[in-house]
C-alpha cells in the first residue's frame, strides 16, 4: 500500500498546487459549515434547557437565531460544493490534457498493440472516475475527518467519557473500512479493464460496418460482443459484490452507534448519575448523530476510492509507459531541401523482417520513386525516415545527420507527408489547413493555395475558407481531402516531401490540380515518391524498386526507362499493355 499512497498524495499536490487559491476558499467555506454544524446544535441545547426550566424568555430568537445559521450552514454547502466540483474537473481536465499528449509522445508500436478505444477508456474513462477523488473525496472525506474530530472536541466539554466511547467507536469504525478498503482495489481494477476491452472492440467494429455488412459478418460480431459484454458483467459484479462489503461494515456500526449514544444519554441522565441536564442528554445524541454522518460520507466515498484506486494504477501504468525512441542530443537542420541516407538499414515488426540491408542515397534537392509490391517495404521506408521507428541494424541519414541524433520533433518538422488516407477533422477548412494554429493567418493561407494553383478551388467552397468540414472528411472526395494535405505541407515548408500512395484515389476533377500541385510543392525541395502506379514517378530523378524487403533495381529513371532489360522497362511495358486492354472492348482484350 505505500506505493499507491505515493501515486494519491502526487497526483493531488501536482493538480492541485496550481489551483492553491481556489483550493484555499474552498477549505475557508469548508470550516465555516463545519463550524455552524457543531455550533447550531448548542442553540437547541438553550431552547430545550430553558423551556424544561420553566422559563420563556429568548425563547423566539434562539429559535430564530438556529433557522438563520441553518439557512447560512446550507449556502455554504453550496457554495462548497461549487468551488470542489470546479476544483476536481479542472484537476482532471488537466490530467486528461497530460495523458493525451503523453500517448501522443509514444512511438507508433505502442499504438499498434491499442485500439483507439482503449486508449479513450483510459484518458477519458479513468480519468473520469478520479473526478470524484479529486473533488467530492476532499470535499466530503477531508472535511468530515475535520467534523469528526470537532464533534469528539465538543462531547469532551461535555463528559470525557462519552467522548472517549465515541472516539473509540469511530477508530475501529474508520479501522474496519481502512481495511476493506483494499479488498476491492484489484476487483475494480479488472472491471476498468474489461469496459477498455469493450470500449476498443466497438471502435473496430464500428469502424468496419461496410466490410461486416457486406461479408455477412453480423453474427461473429455479435457473439464476439456477448462475448465481452459478459466478461464486462461478471467483472462489474464482483467488483460490486466485494464493494458491498465497505458499506456493510459501516452500516452495522452505525446501529451499535445509535444503541450507544442512547444508552449513556439515560445512563448520564436517569442511571443515578445526574451530572447532566435534558438538552446536554440531547446534545449528546445530536452530537452522536451527527457523528455518523462523516463516517457516513466517508463510505459513500469508498466506492468513489476504490475506483479511483483501480484508475490510478491504469493511469500510473499508462504514464510509466516510455517511449523506446528517445530524442538524441539535437540537430540543427537548415532550411531548404536536405539530403536522405539508408545505410545497410535492417528492421522488422516484432519478429517479421520488413527490411533487409537497404541501402541508397538521394541528394538534397532531388526526387526519388519508390516501387513494389504490397509488403515489400514501401511504407516502412516513409516510417523509418520519420522516426515513428528506428532501424534494427544500421541508420537512416537526413542531412549527413543520424536522425537518432536529432529531437523527434526537429525530424518531423522538416518532413512533409501526404499519405493516401487523409485525416479531416471536425472544423473549417482553416483550421483543416493550418492544424489550429492561429499563428496561420488567412493571407499565408491563400498565398499557400494561390501558390499550388488551388486559390479558385477554395473559392468554389460555400463559405471558402470558413467552410465546415464534417467528421472524417464527408463532403469531400478523396481528392479534394488531398488538396487540402498538400495545402498543409505547403504551409509547413518542410526540407523532404514524402508522397505516399497519394494520388492512387484521385478523382478526375481534381486529378489536374493535385499534379500541379505536386509539381509545385516538390520544386525546390527533396522528394520521395510511394506508389503502386507507375505514372506518379515520372517527375522522379531516381528509381528504387523493392521487392520483400530488398533493392532488386535503382538508378536514374531515364537510363532504367531506356534499358529494355531493366525491371522498370518491364513493369511500364507491361502497364501500357494493361491500360491498352482496359480501352478496348471487353471481346476484343488480349486474353
Known sequence: MPTRRIQYRALLVRYLRPQAPLVAILAVVLFGSIALQLVNPQILKRFIDTTTSGGGENLTAA????????????????????????????????????????????????????????????????????????????????????????????????????????????????????????IAVPYWTRDREASASLFGFLEERLAGTVDIRSSGAQPYVM??????????????????????????????????????????????????????????????????????????????????????????????????????????????????????????????????????????????????GVLGRTGSGKTTLGRLLLRLYDPTTGAVYLNGADVREARRAEVRSRIGVVTQDVQLFRAT??????????????????????????????????????????????????????????????????????????????DPSTERLIERAVDRLLTGRTGIIIAHRLATVRRADTILILEEGRVVEQGPRAALDADPGSRFSALLHAQGTQERDAARPVGARTR
Open 429 to 506: 477548412v482553416r483550421d483543416n489547413l493550418s492544424f489550429f494554429d492561429p499563428a496561420v493567418d488567412e493571407s499565408r493561407i491563400m498565398r499557400a493555395l494561390a501558390e499550388l494553383g488551388l486559390e479558385e478551388w477554395v473559392r468554389r467552397l460555400p463559405e471558402g475558407l470558413d467552410t465546415m468540414v464534417d467528421a472524417g472528411g464527408s463532403g469531400f472526395s478523396a481528392g479534394e481531402a488531398q488538396l487540402l494535405a498538400f495545402t498543409r505541407v505547403f504551409l509547413k515548408d518542410p526540407g523532404l516531401v514524402l508522397l505516399d500512395e497519394a494520388s492512387s484515389r484521385l
Open 63 to 182: 429559535a430564530l437565531l438556529f433557522i438563520f445559521l441553518a439557512i447560512l450552514q446550507q449556502v455554504l454547502a453550496v457554495i462548497a460544493t461549487y468551488y470542489s466540483e470546479r476544483v476536481g474537473w479542472t484537476a482532471t481536465n488537466e490530467l486528461r490534457a497530460d495523458l493525451a499528449l503523453h500517448c501522443l509522445r509514444l512511438d507508433l508500436a505502442f499504438h499498434k498493440g491499442r485500439t483507439p478505444g482503449e486508449l479513450i477508456e483510459r484518458i477519458d474513462g479513468d480519468v473520469t472516475a478520479l473526478a470524484n477523488f479529486f473533488s467530492r473525496f476532499v470535499i466530503y472525506v477531508l472535511g468530515s475527518l475535520l467534523l469528526l474530530l470537532g464533534v469528539l472536541a465538543v462531547v469532551w466539554t461535555l463528559d470525557w467519557r462519552v467522548s472517549a466511547a465515541l472516539a473509540v467507536y469511530a477508530v475501529v469504525v474508520l479501522v474496519l473500512m481502512l481495511l476493506f478498503r483494499s
Open 223 to 368: 457473439r464476439r460482443l456477448y462475448e465481452r459484454m459478459r466478461e464486462r458483467l461478471r467483472a462489474g459484479s464482483k467488483a460490486r459484490l466485494v464493494g458491498t462489503i465497505t458499506w456493510c461494515v459501516p452500516v452495522l456500526a452505525f446501529a451499535a452507534g445509535n444503541g450507544l449514544a442512547f444508552a449513556l444519554a439515560a445512563f448520564l441522565y436517569r442511571g443515578g448519575v445526574g451530572t447532566i441536564t435534558l438538552g446536554e442528554a440531547f446534545l449528546i445524541y445530536f452530537y452522536t448523530q451527527l457523528l455518523f454522518f462523516p463516517l457516513h460520507q466517508i463510505s459513500n466515498q469508498i466506492d468513489d476510492f476504490q475506483k479511483a484506486g483501480a484508475g490510478i494504477v491504469r493511469i500510473q501504468e499508462l504514464l510509466d509507459t516510455q517511449t523506446t525512441l528517445p530524442d538524441g542530443p539535437g540537430v540543427d537542420f537548415p532550411q531548404g531541401a536536405l539530403s536522405v541516407e539508408f545505410r545497410d538499414v535492417t528492421f522488422g515488426y516484432e519478429e517479421e523482417t520488413v527490411l533487409h540491408n537497404l541501402s541508397f542515397q538521394l541528394p538534397a534537392g532531388a526526387v526519388m
